[in-house]
Each structure stands twice: as C-alpha cells, then as structure tokens.
C-alpha cells in the first residue's frame, strides 16, 4: 500500500467486509427485529463505504486534527461473541468494538509512515473510524443505558 | 321683532375668530395615573389557559386563536380578546391571571370611527400602548388565588424505611375538597396527559363529594385509577398554571381521593358496564397496564378477550416492579379484579414464543394486541460482572415483590438512576442496608421522578453523581464485592441530544460491597416475531414503532405500551392499550370509532 488509491481500495474493502459481516448475521437470526437492525448496520456501512468511493473522486476526508469525542465506552466493555442468538446490547457492542479496532489500525499506519501525504490520509481515515465509534457509543449510552 | 332681535344671532360670529375656551385634545396632555386602570396589555408569558375569560362578570372577553400561534404542551394557543363595549375595567382578569402576563396600561384615550376595532386581543394586536409601563398590576401580596398545595400526610422517613407500609396516606375529604377547590378548571393540563383524561371534570366532583361520577369519567379514558392515583408520572401537574406562581395542583392525589373512596364491589354498579358479545375475539399479549386497558376497552366493546402472560399473575412491572410501599398490592388488584370482571380470560404462566407460537395465536384470533413492556435488564458488560455478588435490580424487585429475600446484605452499591434503580436503593434501606447510588450523570440528569430521588436521600441513600463503573472485582471476603468506578466529566453533545458523561482515568476510586445491584436499563424480548415479518413490521432498535391506532404492517397486530413508545410510563401504556382498543374495533367492525 504505497498509493492514496491503494489505500483506499483496502479501506473500502474493510466497510464491504464489514457491511457482509452483519447482513450475513442477519440471514442467521431468526427474529424480525434483530434480522431488521443487522440489516441497518450492514447499510450504515454500505454508507461508509460510499463515503470513501466519494474520496476517491475528490471529496474530502474529515481533517485529521478535528475533535472526535471519545466517550471510552468501547474500552471498558468486555469482549462479546456475535452468536446467532445476540442481543442489541451485544450487537452494539461488537460493532462498536470493531470501529475502535479500525480506528487503532488506521492510527497505528499512520504513526509507522513517514510520508506527510499518506500521513495524514491514514489519520483522516481514523477520524473517520472515531465518529463511527461515537455512532454506536451514542446509541449504546441511548439504548442500552437509559437509565444510567 | 325689533332690529337688535334681529342681527343679535350675527354677534356670535365674532367669536368664532376668538381663541377658543375648550382644549382641542385635552387627554393627549394629561396622562392616567400611574396605577390607573385603562387598556388591557398581554405579555408572552401568557399561556391562554383562559382563566380571564371565565372570571370576567361582564362577558367582556373571548379566547381566540391567533395566527401563527399553535396549541402546544402547556398552552391551549387561544389569547384572550376584549370586547371594550363590555368591559368596565373592574381588572378581575388582572388579578386572577394564572402567569401574571395580563396587566393594564395608564392609557385610556383610544380615538377611532372603526366600532369593530374596540374588539382586540391584548398582546398580539399592534396597539399604541403595548409599550407602556405604568398601569394597573396585580400587587404582590393580593391573591385571588391559593397557591399553596394541601399537603397529603405521609409516613416520616424514619416509619417508611422500617418496612413496606405505603407512604403517602391519602387525603381527608375535607382535605380533597380544599386542593380540588384550588383549580381554576382551565384543562391546561389535558392535552398533556398521555390519556387525556378529564381533569377539572374530575376535579370538579371532588369538590362536590360526587365521587359516583367522578369514577364514571377517571374509566372513560384510565381503567388503572387506583393505581395511577398513586404511581402516575404526572405529566400533567408539569404544565398546570397553578404551576406558574405556587404548588400545581395535586392532580395525581385527587384522582386517588376519588378511587379511595368508591369500593370495588360498587364498581360495576356505577360505572354500568354491559357486554354484549359481537362474536369476534382478540388476543393480547401480556397482562401488563397495556395488555390490561385494552382487554378492558375491547371488553366492553364486546370482544371475547384472551391474555396470554408468562408471569403467574396479572399487573406486569407494577406489580413485579414498582414496591409496595408505593403501590400496595391491594390497590393494583382493585383495579385488576375490576377488568378481569367482566369476562377476560387470562392464562397465566404462559409465555408466547416459549408456551405458545405468535404465529399460532396470530391464527386463532381475529386480532392481536401486544404490550410484551421492557423486563431483560442490561447487563452492566464490564469485566467481572459475573461476580455472584452482582445482582440485577429487576431481579431484587421481583423478589421483594414475590415474598423473597433477595439477600442484598449490609452495604450496597445500586447503578443507576432510574425508577428501578431508585426502587431497588429505597428497598434496599427498607432490607436494612446502607446505600450508595452510583449514577454516570448528573442527578439533575437521572430519569427517575424527582419525588423519589428525594424520598431516596429522605430515606438515605446517598447519591453519588458522576461516577462510571469500569470494572468488578473480588473482594477479599468472598461475600463481598468491589467495584472500581472513575469520574465522569459531562461534554455537551454535538446533535443536541442529553450530555455525555466521559470517563476521566486519572480519577478511579474502589469500594467494597456487600452486593450491586445493576439497573442502568432494560430492554424487550420479542425474538418470538419470526424474521419472515421483518418487511410488514417496523422497528426502531428493540421497539416497535406502530403506524395510526397502534397497528402494525401487519394488520392484524397491534402494539402498545413500554415495547413501543419512548415514554415508557404506566399511564402511555393504558393510552396505547386504549387507543388500540378502538383501533382494533375500527378494523374489525369498520366502525369510524370505538
Ligand atoms: C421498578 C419500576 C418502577 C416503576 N415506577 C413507575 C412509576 O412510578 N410510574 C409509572 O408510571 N411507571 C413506572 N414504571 C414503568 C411502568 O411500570 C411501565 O411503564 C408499565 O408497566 C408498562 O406497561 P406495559 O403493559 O407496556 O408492560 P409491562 O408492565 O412490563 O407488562 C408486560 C407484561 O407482558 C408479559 N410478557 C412479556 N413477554 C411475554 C411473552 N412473550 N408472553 C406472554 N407475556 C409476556 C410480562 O410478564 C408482563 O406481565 C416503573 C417500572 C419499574 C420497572
Ligand atoms: S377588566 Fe373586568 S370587565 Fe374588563 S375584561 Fe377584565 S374582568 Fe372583564
Ligand atoms: S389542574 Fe391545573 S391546569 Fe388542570 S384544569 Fe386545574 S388549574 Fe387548570
């Protein structure tokens, strides 16, 4: 991965395996509403993906430097396993763990180039994967802990 | 006629170049008197609850509406118009006026040949003397009205924590009839109960001891009286005027003082329920409020009424969940005996999904009604919760309710602010343990009703704001638990949503517990909806989001309560269950209403 297109090939591939991972957990559950959020998950990441085919025809990233809020949910939860018989709580678990996952690799190939231009391509990049994490952090705060 | 008698008329004209005696626009030059009472002037304030007009001896006022002012919570969207061929500026509707808004400018020459325009509305018409500031107002320490709310007596913090007696006592008729008397029966408060119940009607057969009637009207919208007269969010009391200057009115305390007052044998009686059966049946999931104000309303309508609940009796979260000091069991049951006397069929311990296919009772019946409400508590998903010394709070209500020791020992740690985490705090005390509530928000942020998050610290439990818990440990004694939680600093959130505590890890503390009790939320089971209905049903997360009427996609079935609305409150759950009751008989009989 030395090219801008290159890199943005494989992060658009992450956001396809990402997308089949839950419309692929959707055909295995069995109930009408977890079938029905699954298949949500998979289109927000139907739509992250189109966000970046749109930076490959010139649209921006989010500016490496701009504050994405951190609300450490993610840290702190244990590690769940996505069985056929997941919970909401559980799913958002998993998908919010998953975007931290990408947030540190995309941080971490930033940290290990020295090129400013792929710098700063992979710390875009990471923002991007922050403010999906804030996503699920914010409706796991809403959904899960309504009452704390 | 001599010649003077003659020309005589023509002296006057040499007046007529004189300069004149009278003054051409006298008022112009002499202002009213600071406190003089001359026309009406309305301020935004004003929430139209038309108090003005009713006081008004003279039928001088009307509330209109106004352009481009919409009804909303707490304001009806009319303002009041003047009719000044009427008025004799007695300023009866300046002293009675619930917001103050209403006052009298000094101003009290108005010089038009329109007739039409002495009829305006004060505050909205442009008029010349909006600006002023003198006048007449109401001064501070005259009152046409009592602001003062009649208290109800209650058990002491001391006597409620010794054990589950119900705190609130009740009021005296006397006592009932002084706070009934307090309502100006504007109906302000109408629109914002969820089942828009007819408050000052009700309130006005307190003041007249005609409680017959008075049960006849709390049924034709809540059959959960007793139990909302004790338990009810009171929405209402939020937005009444009375609110505005001193205490709301008690609405909530005058519904139970109706209730109280009229034995359940006496029901049936007064309120003439006749069924006459149409031949159609319906089936409801759940025996919660929902579940149980539909079978109700569909009863009367004539519907056989089947309820399939997994528990081993009726009442849902009030009565596995809400204690009985705060609703003794007796006064669910009225409530609950009443519907189930009328002919429900309940079939208890039978858990649809488990005991029973949907698709089975979607075959059986010739609609569905669903109110399943919200009973699998979040799990707190932080290392060590397995912990054994961690308990869940619906848990320990359920078995506090059921007759059991939940075993929460000496010192507990509760997490959460809601109503099952209050609850699970207050009985905790009542079990004789110190308690502390660890909460991620601000208390000012803790979704429980005010009134018990101060009768918790009444009681003493201590609330501990801003605190995350992040992880459960062992403690050295096996029977103990410890939890490390960190500060949390509130960050405003960007979408204008509630702010977001975020964990501040240089701030950890550790405690040790005797037990947790986990109640940050909960959530609802319906994976018994088979995924083949996933395109004729719509959900958002782990709720339904029912379309008119509470009807699903699929037409047949009907959602309400907790599983469906945000609102999550006994009383929108016997709104929905009645809204659907009339949805259903729409659908069915095709009837325009129920
Ligand atoms: C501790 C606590 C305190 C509360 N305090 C208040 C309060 O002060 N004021 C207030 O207004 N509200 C309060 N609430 C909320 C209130 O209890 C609920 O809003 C209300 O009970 C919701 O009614 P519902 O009919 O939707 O559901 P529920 O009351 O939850 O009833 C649902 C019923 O469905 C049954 N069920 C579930 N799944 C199935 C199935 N598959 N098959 C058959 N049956 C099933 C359940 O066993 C239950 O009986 C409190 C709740 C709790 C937990
Ligand atoms: S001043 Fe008296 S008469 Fe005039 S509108 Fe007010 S209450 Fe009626
Ligand atoms: S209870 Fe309050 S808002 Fe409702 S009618 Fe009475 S005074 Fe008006």
Redesign the interface.
């Known amino acids: 991965m030395n090219t801008v297109e290159e890199i943005l090939d494989f992060a658009i591939d992450r956001e396809q395996q990402a997308a089949d991972f839950y419309s692929n957990l959707a055909e295995r559950v069995s109930s009408a509403w977890m079938k029905d959020m699954l298949l949500g998950f998979s289109k927000e990441e139907m739509r992250h993906k189109g966000k970046l085919k749109s930076v490959k025809l010139g649209d921006k990233l989010l500016n490496a430097d701009q504050h994405v809020q951190d609300l450490k949910i993610a840290d702190y939860t244990v590690d769940v396993e996505p069985a056929e018989d997941i919970s909401l709580q559980d799913a958002l678990i998993v998908a919010m763990k998953r975007e931290k996952a990408a947030y540190r690799l995309y941080s971490d190939m930033a940290a290990n180039i020295d090129d400013p231009e792929l710098k700063s391509l992979f710390l875009g990049l990471a923002q991007e994967e922050a403010k999906h994490k804030l996503y699920f952090e914010v409706q796991y705060d809403e959904q899960i802990m309504r009452d704390n | 006629m001599s010649l003077k008698d003659l020309i005589s008329p023509f002296y006057v004209w040499q007046r007529a170049f004189e300069k004149p005696y009278t003054q051409k626009r006298p008022i112009e030059d002499r202002p009213g008197a600071p406190r003089y009472r001359g026309f009406h002037m309305n301020s935004e304030e004003c929430i139209g609850c038309g108090t003005c007009e009713s006081i008004c001896q003279n039928h001088a006022i009307d509330m209109v509406p106004v352009e481009g002012l919409e009804q909303r919570a707490g304001d009806s969207g009319l303002r009041p118009r003047f009719d000044y061929g009427r008025c004799c500026w007695c300023a009866l509707c300046v002293d009675i006026c619930t917001t103050r808004s209403l006052h009298l400018s000094n101003h009290y020459a108005w010089v038009t040949e329109d007739p039409d325009a002495f009829h305006f509305t004060a505050g909205t018409d442009a008029m010349p003397w909006n600006q002023n500031s003198l006048g007449y107002r109401r001064d501070d320490d005259y009152h046409l009205l009592v602001h003062d709310r009649v208290e109800m007596q209650a058990l002491s913090a001391e006597e409620s924590v010794a054990g589950f007696d119900e705190v609130m006592r009740g009021y005296t008729e006397e006592e009932a009839v002084l706070e009934a008397d307090r309502c100006v029966e504007c109906g302000i408060c109408v629109a914002t109960c969820p089942a828009h119940m007819a408050i000052p009607d009700y309130i006005r057969t307190v003041r007249k001891g005609d409680y017959e009637a008075g049960l006849r009207l709390l049924y034709e919208t809540n059959p959960f009286s007793s139990t909302c007269g004790r338990i009810c969010t009171h929405r209402c009391e939020t937005v009444c005027v009375m609110g505005y200057q001193g205490d709301p009115i008690a609405i909530r305390w005058l519904k139970r003082a109706i209730v109280d007052r009229v034995p359940q044998e006496k029901y049936r009686e007064i309120l003439g329920d006749e069924v006459e059966e149409n031949g159609k049946t319906v089936g409801v999931i759940g025996a919660g409020p929902g579940g149980m104000s539909a079978a109700y309303y569909l009863r009367r309508q004539g519907y056989a009424v089947t309820v399939y609940e997994a528990q081993a009796r009726a009442g849902g979260m009030l009565r596995y969940g809400v204690p009985s000091y705060r609703l003794p069991d007796n006064q669910l049951d009225k409530d609950l005996e009443y519907i189930r006397s009328l002919g429900v069929e309940m079939r208890f311990n039978t858990q649809v999904g488990r005991d029973i296919p949907f698709t089975q009772l979607l075959d059986e019946h010739d609609a569905l009604f669903l109110a399943v409400g919200l009973n ?1 508590p ?2 707190l ?3 060590g ?1 397995e912990h054994p010394r961690v308990l869940s709070g619906l848990r320990v209500l359920d078995d506090v309710a059921s007759g059991k020791d939940p075993g929460v020992g000496k010192r507990v740690a509760v ?7 209050m609850d699970a705090a207050r009985v905790s005390r009542r079990l004789g343990a110190e308690v502390d509530v660890l ?3 601000r208390i000012e942020d803790m ?2 009703d005010p009134e018990e998050i101060r009768e918790s610290q009444a009681e003493g439990c201590t609330l501990v704001p801003q605190a ?1 818990p ?2 459960i440990r062992n403690a050295s004694d096996s029977n103990q638990v410890t939890i490390v939680w960190g500060e949390a600093e509130m ?1 405003a ?3 204008g ?1 509630r702010p ?4 501040q ?1 240089d701030r950890m503390h550790e405690e040790t517990y005797d037990c947790i009790i986990a ?5 609802g089971q ?9 395109d004729r ?1 719509e ?1 958002k ?2 709720k339904f989001v029912p379309g008119d009427y509470q009807q699903t996609g699929l037409e047949k079935l009907f959602v309400g309560g907790d599983i469906a609305n945000s609102r999550a409150d006994a009383i929108s759950a016997i709104e929905d269950g009645h809204h659907a009751a009339r949805g259903i008989h729409r659908f069915l009989s095709g009837a325009l209403d129920g």
């Open positions: 699998q979040s799990a998903r932080i290392a919760e997490i959460g602010g809601g109503n099952v985490a909460y991620r928000r979704p429980a995350i992040v992880e960050v959130d960007d979408k949503g977001r505590p975020v964990l890890e109640a940050i939320g909960q959530g319906i994976d018994f909806i088979p995924a083949e209905f996933r049903i959900f997360w782990n």
